[in-house]
């Protein structure tokens, strides 16, 4: 063959040397193309156990390197996640006094929740103030912290955005100890704002604020990596000022966004007085 050829013998094994692992390395890719697309929660440990199984002779560092190469990655057991929520207090939970309650202007219910944000090395947690009747992010504050601080810091940041008439205004949440805490309800007190709590198990009460997190997480979190709190704190902060606000069009607004939404409403509908619904939950205010 080498004579026919015209190559030498050697030329010859050296390329026999060098085609052999190539041809028995896509020998082995494909076993674990076809492995991890029949058993997609496998990952390389228990892959290289079925290709030895199967009579190829791999060990899992080399699956690993391969896997990772054609990006096979497996379905993963969900991450951990952080409780933000922490319901079991001694502190007074108030009624709920946003159920059924449909506002007719803005500043008359606000909702508040609490997020948590993945940082490279920590956690980051979110405290966002919408009012209810244009979905308008109206206060928030981000820390590395669950403590009540976080939530007060959104709370006063709306107060001072919308400066609510006394009175007129519906502050829903849920039952978490950031807001049932007596710091908090003080700051609702000192300006006569009427606090409100969600039912045991129940996140219907506060779905325009459970909305907003999906919105916030889809759009701008997933895919994203956050080096430390201050990078997260100004492109959160932008996607929250610049984009939500101003920018992204909201189903429930006709498709305008919150900002000119509000600009476009009549000076009656921007100050328009509690509905009858509002007006019995303002009066059966604990």
């Known amino acids: 063959m080498c004579v026919l050829a015209g190559v030498s013998r050697a030329g010859y094994y050296r390329h026999l040397r060098l085609s052999l692992p190539r041809q028995e390395e896509t020998v082995v890719r ?27 002779v791999v060990n899992h560092k080399r699956v690993l390197r391969l896997m990772r190469q054609d990006n096979l990655l497996c379905l993963r057991r969900r991450p951990f996640v952080p409780v933000t929520t922490n319901s079991r207090h001694e502190w007074r939970v108030v ?21 948590y944000v993945r940082l490279l090395e920590e956690f980051a947690y979110l405290a966002v103030v919408l009012d209810a009747f244009s979905r308008r992010v109206v206060g928030w504050a981000m820390e590395t912290h669950l403590r009540a601080d976080l939530a007060i810091a959104a709370l006063q940041m709306a107060i001072v955005a919308r400066r609510p008439a006394p009175g007129s205004l519906v502050h ?33 009460d506060n779905a325009k604020a459970e909305s907003f997190m999906k919105t916030l997480k889809q759009e701008e979190v997933d895919g ?31 498709y305008r966004p919150p900002a000119e939404f509000e600009a476009k409403l009549s000076p009656i509908a921007a100050t328009a007085p509690v509905a009858p619904a509002m007006s019995g939950a303002f009066g059966a205010r604990p």
């Open 30 to 56: 494909d076993a674990i193309q076809r492995v991890s697309l029949a058993k997609r929660r496998y990952g390389y440990r228990r892959i290289a156990a079925q290709l030895r199984r199967d009579g190829l």
């Open 95 to 115: 009624a709920n006094l946003a159920r059924g309650l449909v506002p007719s202007g803005l500043d008359q219910l606000w909702v508040a929740d609490i997020t």
């Open 172 to 204: 829903h949440s849920d039952r978490g100890v950031q807001y049932a805490c007596c710091e908090y309800a003080a700051v609702l007190e000192m300006h006569d704002i009427a606090p409100s709590m969600s039912r045991i198990g129940n996140p219907y």
């Open 224 to 254: 994203r990596s956050y080096r430390d709190l201050k990078q997260a704190r100004d492109a959160i902060g932008t996607f929250i000022e610049e984009v939500y606000n101003r920018q992204r069009l909201h189903s429930a607004l006709a």
